[in-house]
């Protein structure tokens, strides 16, 4: 079930030769867009941890994606912070702060990855190590859902 929504993720992410770009996500620091990219996400990764306080970063969000529709015209930006006590607090702050802003979040992944990954992990890099399982699982989804 987890590989299906990485698979969605992956294309709603996906860079765009022509120069376009399909829906950012956003994490938390590094590592998550490191545990990201080794699973396939291509896109552009936006990072809450870059020395900016977060009302600036909800600034920069809203300017750069509030009037962005995806190529798929779902949400336009998915949130994947980590599904712990903090990372929970921080979801909700940006989900709660953007949709206000009417910025439409995307939030399908972390809710599978809270029910799937619960004994495993409780964070986007708790994931690295099962990624040797999860490439192939995500790859053949994506092949059935294009």
Not at 13 to 20: C, I, P, R, T
Not at 40 to 59: H, P
Not at 110 to 124: H, S, Y
Request: glycine fraction near 6%; charged fraction near 25%.
């Amino acid at each position: 079930m987890a590989a299906k929504n990485f698979a969605l993720a992956i294309i709603r992410n996906k860079f765009e030769l022509d120069g376009g770009y399909n829906c950012p996500i956003v994490v938390e620091g590094l590592k998550d867009e490191k545990t990201l990219r080794i699973l396939g996400f291509t896109g552009i990764i936006e990072k809450i941890n870059r020395g900016w306080n977060q009302s600036k970063l909800v600034a920069y969000l809203h300017k750069t994606y509030s009037s962005f529709i995806p190529l798929d015209n779902g949400p336009a930006i998915i949130l994947l912070m980590d599904w712990d006590r903090t990372g929970g607090k921080i979801q909700k702050f940006f989900r709660d702060q953007l949709m206000s802003l009417d910025v439409p979040i995307d939030e399908d992944l972390r809710d599978i990855l809270i029910k799937t990954m619960k004994p495993e992990g409780k964070t986007v890099e708790s994931i690295r190590p099962y990624s040797d399982i999860l490439i192939p699982l995500i790859e053949d989804n994506i092949k059935q859902i294009i």
